[in-house]
C-alpha cells in the first residue's frame, strides 16, 4: 500500500516559499509543490492567477471571521477539499466550469447530508456497544 505514496515523485513534497501580497503586506507561503499545482488549477478555473486567488482565500477567510494563524494549513486544507468535493462529484472534473459558478450552499449542505449519513451507523454502534457494556 505505501508503494503507492513513497513512489511518488519526490519533487512533490518539496517545499516552496513564495512571496505575495496579502491585503497590501508583502509576506511568504511556505507549501509543498503538490499544493501549489493544486492551487494554481483552483485558480485558472476562475482566471485568477496563483497571487490573486490566495489573496482572495486570505481576505474571504478573514470576512468569515476565521483566524489566519496557520494560514499554510488553510491553504492545505482548501486543496484537500477541492480534490475531495471533484471526486464526490460535486465540483466538476473539466476545468472549464470556475468554481464561482457553482452553487457553494447547496453543494455544503449535501455534504452536511452525507456526513450526517455516514456518523448515524457509527453513533448507532456506539450506543449499541454501550448499552452492551452496561447491561
Known amino acids: 500500500m505505501c508503494r503507492l505514496f513513497i513512489g511518488a515523485e519526490p519533487g512533490l513534497w518539496e517545499p516552496q516559499t513564495r512571496s505575495m501580497r496579502l491585503d497590501g503586506v508583502s ?3 511556505r507549501l509543498e509543490r503538490f499544493f501549489w499545482k493544486v492551487l494554481e488549477e483552483v485558480g485558472r478555473r476562475d482566471g485568477l492567477s496563483l497571487s490573486q486567488l490566495v489573496a482572495k482565500l486570505s481576505r474571504e477567510c478573514a470576512e468569515a471571521g476565521h483566524d489566519p ?34 452553487d457553494a450552499e447547496s453543494i ?22 454501550s448499552f452492551s457494556a452496561t447491561s
Open 27 to 29: 509576506t511568504s507561503v
Open 108 to 129: 455544503l449542505a449535501r455534504e452536511r447530508q452525507r456526513h450526517v449519513a455516514v456518523r448515524a451507523p457509527e453513533r448507532h454502534q456506539a450506543e449499541a456497544a
Open 69 to 102: 494563524a496557520n494560514f499554510a494549513s488553510f491553504l492545505r486544507v482548501c486543496c484537500g477539499r477541492y480534490q475531495a468535493l471533484q471526486l464526490a462529484g460535486e465540483i466538476p472534473a473539466a476545468t472549464d466550469v470556475s468554481i464561482a459558478s457553482l
